[in-house]
């Protein structure tokens, strides 16, 4: 079984549409993340929930909204996607808050045209 | 500038090479990550450290935390075409562990040619 899983794997979009990319992860952890990868493979965090409850929000426009509908999921919004949002998107999870491995999901590989 | 730097940012080598990467901050680390990332996929966990001077091993891939917990290097013996891919050094800096946040550094790109 795949502990943290996201879909879709590659989502191909034009520029103004809004979309959703969903993460759940099946380890019981309490902490979820969003990051994203850019092009040149640089890895930042944009936002954490713990148990439902958003504890981390870098600075991410808002046209990005995460949502957890229970500590299993960690679904990520965007609206009016533009060409600069192309990237990876990863999803990743933790036992709990604190320092720890995080487990990482497969990534979505989102293209804006 | 970056808060973790690692360099170098990309490295080719031909195989039964040794090789370094290193990863530096100028703040202290609190938890020092080493991942793995292969073309399309996620990140596989390679080690954590925590202490300084912590060093840890598995197979032929050996990291190191300096005393200071400022640097981290990961080093590679004999390479093997199996070692390429993306690795990331991920750390907890001070004024930003709390709820496990990591900070990660650009990344470097190993190429190991038969």
């Known amino acids: 079984d795949t502990a943290v899983s996201q879909t879709p794997k590659y989502l191909v979009t034009q520029m103004g549409n809004d979309k959703s990319i969903k993460c759940e992860q099946n380890?019981?952890?309490?902490?979820m993340y969003w990051y994203k990868q850019d092009s040149k493979k640089f890895l930042k965090i944009m936002f954490s929930?713990?148990?439902?409850?958003?504890?981390i929000n870098e600075t991410v426009p808002n046209r990005f909204s995460p949502k957890s509908p229970d500590k299993a999921h960690l679904n990520l919004h965007i609206n009016s996607l533009e060409l600069g949002d192309s990237a990876v998107y990863f999803c990743?999870?933790?036992?709990?808050?604190?320092?720890?491995?995080?487990?990482f999901g497969p990534g979505t590989r989102l293209t804006v045209t | 500038s970056q808060e973790l730097e690692q360099s170098p940012q990309s490295l080719i080598v031909q195989e039964g090479k040794n090789l370094t990467i290193n990863c530096t901050s100028s703040k202290t680390l609190y938890g020092l990550y080493w991942y793995k990332q292969k073309y399309g996929e996620g990140l596989i966990f390679l080690m954590m450290l925590q202490k300084g001077g912590e060093e840890k091993s598995h197979e032929k891939i050996t990291a190191k935390l300096d005393e200071k917990k400022q640097q981290s290097s990961l080093h590679i013996t004999a390479s093997q075409p199996s070692h390429a891919g993306i690795y990331l050094c991920?750390?907890?800096?001070?004024?930003?562990?709390?709820?496990?946040?990591?900070?990660f550094g650009q990344g470097t790109i190993l190429t190991v040619h038969p």
């Open positions: 380890l019981g952890h309490d902490t």
């Open positions: 990743a999870s933790i036992a709990r808050q604190g320092l720890g491995e995080q487990y």
């Open positions: 929930y713990n148990n439902k409850e958003l504890i």
């Open positions: 991920g750390a907890g800096i001070a004024g930003g562990t709390s709820y496990g946040k990591l900070t």
